[in-house]
């Protein structure tokens, strides 16, 4: 495994509450992002960081928002979950450039 | 815009049988190109990747060559397994920018 925490990896929670997904990497890579995977769309960009305090929208990013205050840590936050939401939920990281890992990935259900 | 087109699926085949999945991308510049595996309940693992032009990317029995005058990176593999069911998913990057996917074709391998 390539050093990536993603937590919780099941959540069930109520529509209009907050959610925040957590990803925690202890490889000191440069790029974190997060993706969300449903079924027949593949996966989706939805925030990307560049580093600390850096972070930038993907495809699918409203509804979303992010924060980095340190280097190991990108959190996902859901300000308000609403039902089409409910997703498998990935963070990946890469020390720049190509390759990225991903993490195990979070089942997030909206009800 | 950019994007991956990779065929839809399932796809299933006995074991020993020759595998093909297509993946057509559109891209400017030069893009990297990659295959990811996704096993079931798992996060998405590296198969193998082509950097430039006829290069061709090989792992576990996989190959892909990178055709840019067909924009194309097809997936290979002469002889599947039933340990090759998964979905696999056909991807681009272009420097430091984040991974675009294809959509994912799964495919399962009966004995």
């Known amino acids: 495994d390539a050093g990536i925490t993603q937590s919780p990896r099941h959540k069930v929670t109520e529509t209009g509450t907050p959610v925040t997904l957590r990803c925690h990497q202890t490889?000191?890579?440069?790029?974190m992002y997060w993706y969300r995977q449903d079924p027949g769309h593949g996966l989706r960009l939805i925030h990307y960081?560049?580093?600390?305090?850096?972070?930038d929208k993907g495809e699918v990013s409203d509804g979303y928002s992010v924060s980095r205050s340190k280097t190991e840590d990108f959190l996902l936050t859901l300000e308000s979950a609403t039902s089409s939401q409910t997703s498998v939920y990935f963070c990946a990281i890469s020390p720049g450039g190509e390759q990225a890992f991903f993490g195990q990935g979070t089942r997030l259900t909206v009800v | 815009g950019n994007s991956v087109t990779q065929m839809e699926g399932p796809v299933t085949l006995s074991e020993e049988a020759f595998l093909t999945i297509n993946c057509t991308y559109t891209?400017?510049?030069?893009?990297?190109l990659f295959w990811y595996v996704q096993y079931p309940g798992e996060g998405l693992q590296l198969l193998l990747k082509a950097t430039k032009a006829d290069d061709k990317g090989s792992n576990k029995g996989f190959e892909a060559t990178y055709r840019k005058e067909t924009t194309s990176f097809h997936l290979e593999k002469g002889s599947v397994q039933v340990s090759d069911s998964a979905v696999y998913f056909c991807?681009?990057?272009?420097?430091?920018?984040?991974?675009?996917f294809g959509k994912g074709t799964r495919l399962s391998v009966i004995a």
């Open positions: 490889e000191n890579h440069r790029y």
């Open positions: 991807a681009w990057n272009s420097g430091n920018t984040p991974l675009v």
């Open positions: 891209a400017t510049g030069y893009p990297s």
């Open positions: 960081s560049y580093g600390v305090k850096d972070t």
